[in-house]
């Protein structure tokens, strides 16, 4: 069956990537591509990905609806906040309207965060935890956050799929991880994570690690992030079952690295720009911590959400699907002075 595909938040740095490149993946036909964009530029912008810009309020529930019914889109791509579900469960439940009234399969792709999958979320670490684990479902059902936001995001994946289940919609929820790389498409070029790391050395004039124990993390380059979303699309496209709704969990990595390592070769870059003094890292203390929450813009008890922790969710559904990550995780290390320049230049 055709459909018709909504992206939302392709201005950003995951969102721009899978639309600039979405020509190359040479996916199965579809109808139509929509691109939610709240300005005319970001409109002209679009058209260029062969995407059609649609405008609607993802605040207001009716203009929701009236956005998907009327264009029959089967197929939602949720880029914008992985918080809360104030847009979501309106969308989940239009797509339902347009299964009735077509008679067609419709998904819903939310994108979560590797955080809401982690110690911070309260789910085990003692163990590597397959994405594709049936029993992931349930650890995210009963787990609780050490903080209030990854709780109610924690809540945000769990009420996609149940509402989604209830609506019968197919439901996926994608999990970005340490994601680097200079973003492709027409707005924001840089990452979230490693950001945040250059935030806080530039403020304190030096690189602090949070975790006096050696966690790991999952990281993935932009480009293979951006390429699992699009085997996904592949997969709904083509009419596979690739695995939704409570078994439909997505973690975009190549791998994990350890943080420290991560810490010392961005120290490294920092100092070979001049940015901070010296690239020892050392553990930080409380007065440190509270000057490092000051720079983020989180109470300094939340600096360890920001900045490190630890997750051993590993990424096999992607491949059980076709998807193949082009860059190692140690590659992260190797581009460390790209991706400092990189940053340095878009704050």
């Not at 405008?55 to 203009?63: G, I």
């Not at 994608?174 to 070029?189: D, L, Q, R, T």
């Not at 990595?253 to 050392?282: E, P």
């Not at 509270?290 to 983020?296: I, N, P, Q, S, V």
Request: charged letters at 20%.
């Amino acid at each position: 069956m055709s459909h018709n595909i909504l992206i939302t938040g392709a201005s950003g740095y995951l969102g721009g990537t899978i639309l600039a490149r979405w020509a190359r993946a040479k996916l199965p036909p579809y109808q139509t591509l929509y691109a939610l964009v709240r300005t005319e530029e970001q409109g002209e912008a679009v058209k260029k990905y062969g995407a059609k810009p649609i405008f609607f309020d993802v605040k207001d529930e009716a203009s929701i609806r009236t956005a998907i019914v009327e264009n029959e889109i089967t197929v939602v791509y949720y880029l914008i906040d992985a918080m809360t579900s104030v847009s979501q469960i309106p969308m989940i439940k239009a797509l339902a309207e347009v299964k009735e009234k077509t008679g067609k399969d419709v998904h819903f792709l939310h994108t979560s965060g590797a955080k809401i999958f982690s110690n911070h979320a309260g789910l085990p670490t003692d163990r590597p935890i397959p994405d594709n684990d049936p029993k992931l479902y349930g650890l995210q059902k009963s787990s609780i956050a050490k903080y209030a936001p990854v709780q109610m995001a924690l809540s945000t994946n769990n009420n996609v799929i149940d509402t989604a289940d209830a609506h019968g919609v197919k439901s996926y929820i994608f999990v970005p991880c340490v994601v680097y790389g200079e973003g492709e498409g027409f707005g924001n070029s840089i990452s979230i994570q490693t950001v945040a790391i250059v935030k806080a050395a530039k403020a304190l004039g030096r690189v602090y690690r949070p975790d006096s124990e050696e966690f790991t993390w999952p990281v993935s380059h932009v480009a293979d992030t951006a390429n699992l979303y699009l085997e996904i699309l592949r997969g709904i496209l083509s009419g596979k079952d690739i695995g939704y709704g409570k078994n439909g969990y997505y973690l975009g990595a190549s791998g994990n690295m350890a943080w420290n390592d991560i810490y010392r070769a961005m120290a490294t870059a920092l100092a070979q720009h001049k940015v901070i003094k010296t690239d020892k890292v050392d553990l930080v203390d409380d007065a440190a911590q509270g000057e490092m929450g000051k720079a983020l813009g989180c109470p300094k008890e939340m600096v360890p959400l920001f900045l490190g922790g630890k997750c051993t969710l590993e990424a096999r559904h992607g491949r059980k699907i076709g998807w193949n990550p082009q860059y190692p995780p140690e590659h992260i290390l190797d581009v460390a002075e790209a991706e400092v320049d990189l940053i340095l230049k878009n704050i």
